[in-house]
């Protein structure tokens, strides 16, 4: 079963930035494309970014040029560098497959964009 931890989340104000981080387990990382979405209260869940095995880049029209996804193969690692933040980036942050096939999803983690 794939285990999907993510962690970075926390309370910045507008403009400021976070890192986040999302670990995986129990699955052959290198070969998958992998997403950052996000749910925020009382909204469906969204892609956010996606970057693929070969490290090919794309983002919602809502992040792009602010945010930036990266993977570390060797660690089993995917990050969503998250700068400029602004009010409306504020939601419950999560990893998965592209498209999201690992399941259970993980706990997420909370971002909060606030002065």
């Known amino acids: 079963q794939v285990q999907l931890v993510e962690s970075g989340g926390g309370l910045v104000q507008p403009g400021g930035s976070l890192r986040l981080s999302c670990a995986a387990s129990?699955?052959?990382?290198?070969?998958?494309?992998m997403g950052w979405y996000r749910q925020a209260p009382g909204k469906q869940r969204e892609l956010v970014a996606v970057?693929?095995?070969?490290?090919?880049?794309n983002y919602a029209d809502s992040v792009k040029g602010r945010f930036t996804i990266s993977r570390n193969n060797a660690w089993n690692t995917v990050y969503l560098q998250m700068n400029s933040l602004k009010p409306e980036d504020t939601a419950v942050y999560y990893c998965?497959?592209?498209?999201?096939?690992?399941?259970?999803w993980g706990q997420g983690t909370q971002v909060t964009v606030s002065s």
């Open positions: 129990g699955t052959i990382f290198s070969i998958y494309a």
């Open positions: 998965n497959s592209h498209p999201p096939t690992f399941g259970p």
């Open positions: 970057i693929t095995s070969g490290g090919s880049t």
